[in-house]
């Protein structure tokens, strides 16, 4: 089956054309299209690719950072005003795969896979979409929700707030294969602080369901409290609550709910 590709020089001209033809598929880094392409996937037979500077930009001066969905991982490592984000750009596989992975392509990656989303998701981060019903920005968690629906828009950029410290945002990726493998699980956390309880709790799980997801009861044993011996230990005993995590080759979905509290534990003790 023949492959069309087609190249246009501003994003809303090829969101347009993801919108109107349901076998189009956005290029950017290649690591999942062309992956599906070269497995035989018949339902894409055209090609999307855009030229738009806007799509690699970022914008990590201030409070609130940018990042555009065609920047790379291997980008991200080399901004040091992204240093929050270094862990989680750095546990997406190898060098190879950091020098082509885009961050707009990992909100697509299927479980084991999409890591650098939990990072984003734990930062209540928003997605700026372009698509049939227009440029809007959409909050993470109501993207990745509807996230098999997207495929007719185009991610432009996703932005954040910078973590005011950091111990305010953890990370943890749990892979048999380091630091390049699928993930077993992988979880983020971000606890702002104030008067020295936690206020506004936001923890992350990645392949502990289709999606990623948070870990609201995690969350609620989290809120209003002081990070000590005892909440963590609640938070740990909740983490699996609202899971569905699935068997693969990396670990049974019983694993999974096994060894999740264990990792949320020594991730909110900042053990290693």
Not at 38 to 43: I, P, Q, R, W, Y
Not at 70 to 84: H, I, M, N, Q, S
Not at 248 to 260: H, K, P, Q
Request: proline share 4%; hydrophobic share 45%.
């Amino acid at each position: 089956m023949a492959v069309t590709v087609k190249t246009f020089a501003s994003a809303s001209e090829a969101a347009g054309v993801l919108s109107s033809d349901r076998s189009a598929r956005y290029l950017g880094g290649g690591t999942l299209v062309m992956r599906a392409l070269n497995e035989g996937d018949v339902s894409i037979s055209t090609v999307v690719r855009a030229s738009d500077q806007a799509l690699t930009r970022i914008d990590a001066s201030g409070p609130r950072i940018t990042l555009g969905a065609g920047v790379t991982f291997a980008r991200v490592l080399a901004e040091r005003d992204l240093a929050f984000l270094h862990t989680p750009a750095r546990s997406i596989g190898g060098p190879a795969v950091r020098n082509m992975g885009t961050v707009g392509g990992n909100l697509f990656a299927p479980s084991p896979y999409g890591d650098f989303t939990v990072a984003l998701l734990a930062l209540d981060a928003t997605v700026a979409v372009a698509g049939g019903f227009g440029s809007r920005d959409i909050p993470i968690e109501e993207f990745l929700q509807a996230r098999e629906r997207q495929a007719g828009t185009l991610v432009l950029s996703v932005s954040c707030t910078r973590p005011a410290n950091s111990d305010a945002f953890r990370y943890r990726k749990i892979a048999r294969i380091k630091p390049k493998g699928g993930s077993v699980i992988t979880l983020a956390a971000h606890l702002p602080i104030s008067g020295g309880r936690i206020a506004g709790a936001r923890i992350a799980l990645g392949s502990m369901a289709p999606t990623q997801i948070r870990a609201r009861a995690a969350e609620r044993a989290l809120e209003g409290r002081s990070l000590d011996a005892a909440t963590i230990a609640a938070a740990a005993s909740a983490a699996t609550e609202g899971t569905s995590p699935s068997d693969n080759a990396l670990g049974s979905a019983w694993y999974r709910r096994e060894i999740v509290g264990v990792h949320l534990r020594r991730l909110l003790s900042g053990q290693e």
